[in-house]
């Protein structure tokens, strides 16, 4: 005569457990755990955590603003420099001496222009553009501010002010240089600050950043 068994109390009505062999399968679910749903995943036996990467490794942002105005400034001295160095010696130069001033001059503001917009913009584009245009303003400026000084010197300063109401443009002719035939080393003088300025503004930036 067969017994029968009193039911079990199953709230979730979950299957027996001893259907599976213990190993095999699905684990058996969590006190309080749905069935069929998955636990936390298990970090394997030899497999490091991951890290964020440390603050030092990322890259660090520039000013670019704060570039550009460096390099306007910088540009300002240089162009000031140059034009005092040619208002003290024009009377000892000679016209390869005088050229050849012109173009270190330009070399000058293109590298003192880059190498402070590659510090302090580091990998910005727009600062690196910016340095390209302000270096050839600063190679132009320099020598076109100190022909009216010359003259001055030369003359009367009441004399450089009729000239520049007659002719405004003067300076920008007289460094062209259109009657003496030195408009490729006018030219030259820009390519050459342009291109230091972003030169050394691309290099000193990515290596910063």
Same mark, same amino acid.
């Given at each position: ?66 570039? !550009? ?47 402070? !917009? ?31 000084? !010359? ?39 820009? !390519? ?18």
């Amino acid at each position: 005569m067969s017994q029968h068994q009193p039911p079990q109390h199953n709230p979730y009505n979950q299957p027996a457990a001893s259907q599976q062999p213990l190993g095999y399968g699905a684990p058996p679910p969590m006190p309080g755990q749905a069935p069929g749903q998955p636990g936390w995943p298990m970090q394997q036996p030899g497999q490091p955590y991951p890290h964020p990467a440390p603050a030092g490794q990322r890259p660090k942002p520039g000013h670019p603003v704060g570039a !550009v105005f460096l390099g306007l400034l910088a540009s300002f001295v240089v162009s000031l420099l140059y034009t005092g160095i040619t208002l003290a010696t024009y009377k000892d130069q000679s016209e390869s001496q005088s050229h050849t001033l012109y173009i270190l001059h330009a070399l000058l503001n293109g590298v003192t222009v880059g190498a402070l !917009v590659g510090l302090v913009g580091r990998s910005s584009n727009g600062a690196r553009i910016a340095a390209a245009i302000v270096a050839p303003l600063g190679a132009f400026f320099g020598y076109t501010n100190a022909i009216p000084l !010359v003259i001055a010197e030369r003359e009367t300063p009441a004399f450089v002010g009729d000239m520049l109401t007659a002719d405004p443009f003067f300076p920008a002719k007289a460094w062209w240089g259109s009657q003496s035939g030195t408009e490729l080393l006018s030219l030259l003088g820009l !390519v050459v600050a342009a291109a230091a300025a972003w030169g050394l503004a691309y290099a000193i930036g990515r290596r910063r950043s």
